[in-house]
C-alpha cells in the first residue's frame, strides 16, 4: 500500500489521505476536503482516484467530495447509516465488509461515537508493511473525537473497548486532524509526570514536524490519556475534577469524565 497523508493546514487542521495499490496505482482518497489539493497531488504522484471514502459525515470531511468526484469519476463510499447525510452516495458500508482498490484491501469497522454512523478503514499489513488504521475523527494522535455533534460518549468508549484497545502495537493510525501537541498538553494535564509525552511534546519544540508524524497504537498506549483508564493517578484526578467518588469510577465513568473534561479545557 502506497500511503500520502495530506495536511490540508485549514483552522481545523484536517489530513486528507491517498491511498494507492502498488501495482496499478489506483487510489481511494479518503475525506478530500481540499479537492484542489487533492487533485494535485494525485496527479503529481501519477495515481488515479478510483474511489472516495467518507469517515463520516461532517463537512470539513465531505466537503471536497463533488470536484473530487467529477473530476476523476470515482465512486463514493459510506457507512451505510450516513447515506441520508452525505450527498450522491455510490454505497454504503457495512461492519466487516472489504473496500478494494486494485491489489489494496482495507477492512470497514463500524465505530460510532463521534458520530453514530463513523468508519475506520483497516489494512492488515503484510511482512512488508505494517497494519495501519484511517481512522478519522474516531482516535486522534494522543487524543479521540469529541461526541458533541452528533455523537455520544457511551458509544465512543464502547467503540474504544471492542475495537480500539485490542488492536495490536504495531498498527500506524492516520487520523482526520493534526491536534497531537494540544493533546499531548492534555496528558500531561491529567498525567502531569507521564515520561512518554514529555518527552515527544520536546522533540516538537525541537523540531519535529507535527504534520508528517505517525505515531501507533503503541505509542498511544504510553501518551494517549484515553488509553490509560487504569492509571490510578487518571482515575484520582478525574474524581477530583468532577466531584466523583473514586471508587465508583469504572473504565466507562473514566473514559466519560476525560472526554467531558477535554471538551472545555
Given at each position: 500500500m502506497l500511503v500520502k497523508q495530506i495536511?490540508?493546514?485549514?483552522?481545523?487542521?484536517?489530513?486528507?489521505?491517498?491511498?494507492?495499490?502498488?501495482?496499478?496505482?489506483?487510489?481511494?482518497?479518503?475525506?478530500?476536503?481540499d479537492h484542489k489539493l487533492c487533485l494535485e497531488v494525485a496527479n503529481s504522484l501519477g495515481w488515479r482516484i478510483r474511489t472516495v471514502a467518507n469517515t463520516h459525515h461532517h463537512h470539513d470531511h465531505i466537503g471536497g467530495n463533488g470536484p473530487v468526484i467529477s473530476a476523476t469519476g470515482a465512486n463514493l463510499v459510506a457507512h451505510i447509516d450516513a447515506m441520508d447525510a452525505i450527498p450522491n452516495v455510490d454505497r454504503g458500508l457495512v461492519a466487516g465488509e472489504e473496500l478494494i482498490c486494485g491489489d489494496l484491501i482495507l477492512k470497514v469497522m463500524d465505530t460510532p461515537g463521534h458520530t453514530m454512523s463513523h468508519i475506520c478503514l483497516y489494512f492488515q499489513g503484510n511482512e512488508h508493511e505494517k497494519p495501519a488504521l484511517f481512522c478519522g475523527d474516531t482516535l486522534f494522535n494522543a487524543g479521540v473525537g469529541r461526541c458533541d455533534f452528533g455523537g455520544e460518549p457511551k458509544a465512543l468508549h464502547k467503540t474504544f473497548e471492542d475495537q480500539i484497545f485490542p488492536l495490536s502495537d504495531d498498527v500506524r493510525i492516520f487520523p482526520g486532524h493534526d491536534y497531537i501537541e494540544n493533546n499531548l498538553w492534555f496528558t500531561l494535564d491529567r498525567e502531569p509526570d507521564n515520561k512518554d509525552a514529555i518527552s515527544l511534546i520536546d522533540k516538537f519544540k525541537n523540531g519535529l514536524d507535527s504534520e508528517s508524524f505517525i505515531s501507533d497504537i503503541g505509542l498511544e498506549r504510553k501518551i494517549n490519556v484515553f488509553f490509560r483508564l487504569d492509571e490510578e493517578k487518571v482515575r484520582f484526578g478525574i474524581a477530583k475534577s468532577l466531584n466523583l467518588e473514586f471508587d465508583s469510577l469504572d473504565r466507562q465513568k473514566t473514559f466519560i469524565g476525560l472526554r467531558a473534561l477535554r471538551d472545555n479545557w
Open positions: 495536511p490540508i493546514r485549514n483552522n481545523l487542521r484536517n489530513y486528507m489521505y491517498l491511498l494507492a495499490c502498488e501495482n496499478t496505482l489506483d487510489s481511494i482518497a479518503i475525506d478530500p476536503l
